[in-house]
């Protein structure tokens, strides 16, 4: 291709008139940054990213390609942890995201360094991802969502509106958490729970169907998800039964595997 025409299918950047860009942000190719936005130091915006009317990006994030950041939202803003000493840290979005109107996103603090968000997630109006977090890809938080520090959620997690999340907590792979839960303990990865205080209500059916897990790996998890939380025995003998007599797929490898690494306890 000549140069003049490889030139010509570069996406020019936009920056409207009152937003106010630091000079050592850096903004990708084709990026649009909306009226009285604010980007700061040491701020990296991927190409093709969409960055809406007074969007506030303090410092030290990193936002992925093809990301929608809506009206208000606040990102890479210090933590809220009386511990922050004011060291350096991060936060990371991956790509093609999606955060909506007056979301928060904190920084991380010296415990981990970042707080990090995966790629194709969704977080909804008012939800808010604290320090030290990390979210898988494909996550979908609704709206006001509460993230406490150093929660772990990993990918293609569904938790309900209205949902607070004790700091320390994992939510497992294919979760479903429902709206106005109180999640203080670990939610095991493909199951369903809601509640206050929440319980276990079977696997996440539909969404391990949706997503192309196969009969043989679903059938594996719910017989694994009835010796585990629905026997006559307790979690520990459970989790040995569970290794010897259900077929080892990498699912119910990693359901137990995430149990025994619980250490606040799961919800069952």
Not at 217 to 235: C, E, H, I, P, T
């Amino acid at each position: 291709m000549p140069e003049d025409a490889a030139v010509n299918t570069r996406q020019e950047t936009t920056i409207h008139p009152s937003a106010i860009v630091h000079d050592d942000a850096e903004l990708g190719e084709g990026v649009a940054v909306g009226p009285w936005a604010m980007i700061g130091p040491r701020v990296q915006i991927g190409d093709h990213t969409e960055v809406g009317p007074r969007v506030y990006i303090e410092k030290d994030t990193t936002l992925g390609e093809d990301c929608r950041i809506s009206n208000g939202a606040v990102l890479g803003t210090d933590p809220q942890d009386l511990k922050y000493q004011g060291e350096r840290a991060t936060l990371e979005i991956g790509d093609r995201t999606v955060i909506r109107e007056f979301a928060t996103l904190n920084r991380g603090t010296a415990a981990s360094g970042r707080t990090i968000v995966g790629s194709d997630c969704l977080l909804m109006a008012y939800s808010h991802v604290a320090h030290d977090c990390e979210l898988g890809n494909h996550v979908i938080l609704a709206n006001a969502v509460n993230m406490a520090g150093h929660v772990i959620i990993e990918d293609w997690v569904i938790v309900g509106g209205l949902t607070p999340i004790h700091q320390f907590v994992r939510i497992g792979a294919h979760a479903f958490v429902g709206g106005g839960s109180r999640v203080a303990q670990d939610v095991p990865p493909y199951c369903r729970a809601a509640g206050n205080p929440p319980k276990l209500y079977g696997l996440n059916s539909v969404g391990l169907e949706r997503r192309g897990l196969s009969q043989e790996v679903r059938s594996a998890l719910k017989k694994a998800y009835r010796m585990l939380f629905q026997g006559d025995v307790n979690l520990t003998q459970a989790l040995e039964r569970a290794e010897s007599e259900v077929n080892s797929t990498p699912e119910v490898r990693h359901l137990i595997q995430f149990i025994r690494a619980s250490e606040r306890g799961i919800t069952t």
